[in-house]
C-alpha cells in the first residue's frame, strides 16, 4: 500500500513506488494468506488503473475480489471501492451493456446498506455515466443529487474530484457548454493544487474533460472558435506529455480531431490554421492511430475517433461512420452522438 501512495508524490517516485509493489506482492505470495495476496493484486489493480491499462487492471481487480471473498476478516471497504472503480474498465473498453447491468446491481446493494460513501460511488463517475449511456439524464441527475448528500460533510479530495467530472459530464450530454464550464473553471485553479493531480491519470481526466467542454462550446459558440481550439491543442500538447502510452496516444487522438476541425472551421482565420494549403492529416495518422487505441485496450474512444476520421474519408465514410456508431448501439447505448460530447464531441458542421 505504501507503493501506491509513494506513486501519487510523482514521477521522481515512481521508482521507489514500483520497488516496494513488488517486494508486498513477494512477501503476500511467501505468507500464501488470501488477504495479503488480495491487497497485492488489489495494489496492481490500482496501479494498472492509474497507468490506464484497463485489461490488466481488470485482470486484477477480479482476482482480488475472488481472494477477499474467502477472507475472515473484514474487508468491506476494499471491495467497495473494487466494485466501483472496475465499473470503469468496462467504460473504456467500451463493455457498455456490462457497465449498465453492473451499476444498477451495485447501486441496488448500495441501498440496502445504507453507507453513504457506497451510495456516493455507485452514483458519481462511470456508474453515473451509465445513466446516460441509458439516455436517462433525469435518472443521472438524480444520481447527482444523492451523490452530492452522501459527501456533504467529507473534504476529501478524491470523492470532490470525481463528483465535479460527472457534473461536467452531465451538462455536456445535455448539450450546455456554458454550464460546464462554469462548473469546470470554478474548481479547475484549485485542483490544479491538489495533491492527487500529482498523477498523471487524474491529470488525464482532468485534460479530457475541458477538451470535451471546448469542442461541444465550438457546437454553440463557432464565432469563438480560435479560442476555443487554442485551449483544446494546448490540452493535447500537455496530455501528449504524460508518460503513460496509452495517454500519450490519447493526446494524439485528440490533436488528429482538433486540427481536422481546425482546418475545416469556416470560424477560424487562415493564420489560426497555419496557412491556406494546410489540410487534415493524412489518413495514415488517423488509421494508425485508431489502431493503436485498439491494441492499447481502449475501444470506447477508438470508435469515436473512427467517426470523426469518417467525415475526412469521402471514399469510406459511409461504411466507417456506421462501423463506429454500431459498436456504440450494439453494446446499449441509446444516443451515441450525445455520448460522444464525454469521449470526443462531433465536429459543429456534422452534428
Not at 453492473?102 to 446498506?113: C, N
Not at 456516493?120 to 436517462?136: C, E, I, N, S
Not at 487554442?230 to 490519447?250: I, T
Request: aromatic share 12%; net charge positive; proline share 4%.
Amino acid at each position: 500500500r505504501s507503493g501506491i501512495l509513494l506513486s501519487f508524490a510523482g514521477r521522481k517516485w515512481r521508482g521507489r513506488a514500483l520497488h516496494r509493489l513488488r517486494i508486498g506482492r513477494q512477501l503476500a505470495r511467501i505468507s500464501r494468506s488470501d488477504e495479503a495476496r488480495a491487497t497485492g493484486d488489489f495494489c496492481m489493480f490500482v496501479w494498472h488503473r492509474f497507468c490506464g491499462q484497463f485489461h490488466s487492471a481488470a485482470r486484477y481487480g477480479h482476482a482480488s475480489l475472488e481472494r477477499y471473498h474467502n477472507c475472515h476478516s473484514s474487508t468491506q471497504w476494499e471491495q467497495q471501492f473494487l466494485h466501483w472503480a472496475m465499473l470503469g474498465t468496462y467504460w473504456y473498453t467500451n463493455q457498455l451493456r456490462e457497465l449498465t447491468r453492473l451499476t444498477f446491481q451495485l447501486r441496488e446493494s448500495a441501498h440496502h446498506r445504507s453507507d453513504p460513501m457506497s451510495l456516493f460511488w455507485m452514483h458519481v463517475d462511470t456508474a453515473h455515466w451509465a445513466d446516460l449511456v441509458a439516455d436517462q439524464p433525469s435518472l443521472a441527475r438524480s444520481s447527482l443529487v444523492i451523490a452530492s448528500k452522501a459527501i456533504a460533510n467529507q473534504s476529501l479530495q478524491s470523492p470532490r474530484f470525481f463528483l465535479w467530472l460527472s457534473r461536467i459530464y452531465q451538462s455536456l450530454y445535455e448539450g450546455n457548454p456554458h454550464q460546464a464550464l462554469e462548473i469546470l473553471e470554478a474548481d479547475w485553479r484549485q485542483l490544479g493544487r491538489a495533491f492527487l493531480m500529482r498523477t498523471n491519470y487524474y491529470r488525464w481526466l482532468a485534460l479530457t474533460a475541458r477538451i470535451c467542454c471546448d469542442l461541444v462550446s465550438l457546437q454553440h459558440q463557432p464565432a469563438n472558435s480560435a479560442k476555443l481550439l487554442k485551449d483544446a491543442q494546448r490540452c493535447a500538447r500537455d496530455m501528449q506529455r504524460l508518460e503513460e502510452p496509452v495517454f500519450v496516444c490519447y493526446g494524439k487522438a485528440f490533436a488528429l480531431a482538433i486540427h481536422a476541425w481546425s482546418v475545416n472551421s469556416v470560424y477560424v482565420s487562415p493564420s489560426r490554421r497555419g496557412g491556406r494549403g494546410q489540410t487534415t492529416s493524412q489518413p495514415a495518422a488517423w488509421e494508425s492511430n485508431i489502431a493503436q487505441l485498439h491494441k492499447l485496450g481502449h475501444p470506447l474512444l477508438a470508435f469515436a475517433l473512427q467517426w470523426h476520421y469518417s467525415f475526412y474519408a469521402p471514399a469510406q465514410s459511409t461504411e466507417l461512420r456506421q462501423q463506429a456508431e454500431a459498436a456504440f448501439r450494439e453494446q446499449g447505448c441509446v444516443r451515441p452522438d450525445k455520448l460522444l460530447n464525454m469521449i470526443l464531441p462531433l465536429p459543429t458542421q456534422f452534428v
